[in-house]
Nanobody, 127 residues
Framework: EVQLVESGGGLVQAGGSLRLSCATS????????IGWFRQAPGKEREGVSC????????YYLDSVKGRFTISSDKSNNTVYLQMNSLKPEDTAVYYC????????????????????WGKGTLVTVSS
């Protein structure tokens, strides 16, 4: 059974940092692309950042480039999202998702969404 479990969300002031973790199990980690998506109240879900464990390619939403960094630790099948210089507009529920890399390029999967999803973790950035 594919499982993705997010952790690390919380309340932070603008300009602060958080690191989200996505612990995965139930699939061959090297064969998957893993992504972070977010959904703010009243807004559509958007792909924030994704990484292919197959070829290491990454994708970032324009609004987070230079502030967020995605990384993958194959020793413990976990993907991280380091979020720096947080802004109130980053407030959202952040979801971890995964899909086999062969289903599409990393930007494609990050834009259109992935097959398997975690339950999400709330990030609140106060002004």
């Amino acid at each position: 059974e594919v499982q993705l479990v997010e952790s690390g969300g919380g309340l932070v002031q603008a300009g602060g940092s958080l690191r989200l973790s996505c612990a995965t199990s139930g699939f061959t980690f090297d064969d998957y692309a893993i992504g972070w998506f977010r959904q703010a109240p009243g807004k559509e879900r958007e792909g924030v950042s994704c990484i292919s464990n197959n070829d290491g390619s990454t994708y970032y939403l324009d609004s987070v480039k230079g502030r967020f960094t995605i990384s993958s630790d194959k020793s413990n099948n976990t993907v991280y999202l380091q979020m720096n210089s947080l802004k109130p507009e980053d407030t959202a529920v952040y979801y971890c998702a995964g899909d086999p890399s062969y289903r599409g390029s990393t930007p494609f999967l990050c834009y259109f969404g992935m097959h398997d999803w975690g339950k999400g973790t709330l990030v609140t950035v106060s002004s």
